[in-house]
């Protein structure tokens, strides 16, 4: 009974967390649109955070498929939440070449509510241990994601200040996480 009970809990957890996300997303649009300098990324980005906020959200709303997985139900939304936004970074930065990212405002740390909302998924339904093992992975993406495309070229003496400002971003929310 306390299984039923705890995935009832977490898939009420994930409704909420994708309408909380689809609402951050709208804010997002506003704030951008009307108080910031419109985003390179355009529209592109809102849209591609939606849809996976909206497959986690069908996801908790189909009762067969949370019984067909059972026990892997919440590692593959946690695996979502987690990943799909790295996915969408990387693909943001494939689409449009990124600007200096020495701002909280780049795509490095854009997505650090969704993979925050994932890293809960994983307290609410783990040990600590794995709690450990998600962040350790998601600075593993991170990085790899900008090593991949953020090379380090620039001054002899260093690496560019663009480097220096995804890695400082990738450390700032490995920190907070």
């Given at each position: 009974?306390k299984k039923?009970?705890?995935?009832?809990d977490a898939?009420?957890?994930i409704?909420?967390?994708?309408?909380l996300?689809?609402g951050y997303?709208a804010?997002l649009?506003?704030i951008n649109?009307?108080?910031?300098?419109?985003?390179r990324?355009g529209?592109?980005y809102?849209?591609?955070?939606a849809?996976i906020?909206l497959?986690?959200?069908?996801?908790a709303?189909?009762?067969?498929?949370?019984g067909?997985?059972?026990?892997y139900f919440?590692?593959?939304?946690?695996?979502?939440?987690t990943?799909?936004?790295l996915?969408?970074?990387w693909?943001?930065?494939q689409?449009f070449?990124?600007v200096?990212?020495?701002s909280?405002?780049?795509l490095?740390?854009?997505?650090?509510p969704?993979?925050?909302?994932?890293?809960l998924?994983?307290?609410?339904?783990?040990k600590?241990?794995y709690?450990?093992l998600?962040?350790?992975v998601?600075?593993a993406?991170?990085l790899g994601?900008m090593?991949s495309?953020s090379?380090p070229?620039?001054?002899?003496n260093g690496?560019?200040p663009?480097?220096q400002?995804?890695?400082?971003?990738?450390l700032?929310q490995t920190?907070i996480?």
């Amino acid at each position: 009974m306390k299984k039923i009970a705890g995935l009832f809990d977490a898939v009420r957890l994930i409704r909420i967390v994708a309408f909380l996300w689809l609402g951050y997303l709208a804010v997002l649009v506003i704030i951008n649109q009307t108080l910031g300098r419109p985003q390179r990324t355009g529209i592109w980005y809102y849209i591609f955070y939606a849809i996976i906020a909206l497959i986690c959200l069908g996801l908790a709303y189909w009762p067969w498929i949370q019984g067909r997985l059972k026990q892997y139900f919440i590692p593959l939304i946690i695996t979502i939440v987690t990943v799909m936004p790295l996915v969408v970074n990387w693909m943001m930065i494939q689409l449009f070449p990124m600007v200096p990212s020495s701002s909280p405002d780049d795509l490095y740390l854009r997505p650090f509510p969704f993979v925050f909302m994932g890293l809960l998924l994983v307290a609410w339904q783990y040990k600590w241990q794995y709690i450990l093992l998600v962040i350790l992975v998601i600075t593993a993406l991170n990085l790899g994601v900008m090593w991949s495309f953020s090379m380090p070229t620039g001054a002899p003496n260093g690496p560019a200040p663009h480097f220096q400002g995804a890695i400082i971003s990738v450390l700032i929310q490995t920190v907070i996480i």
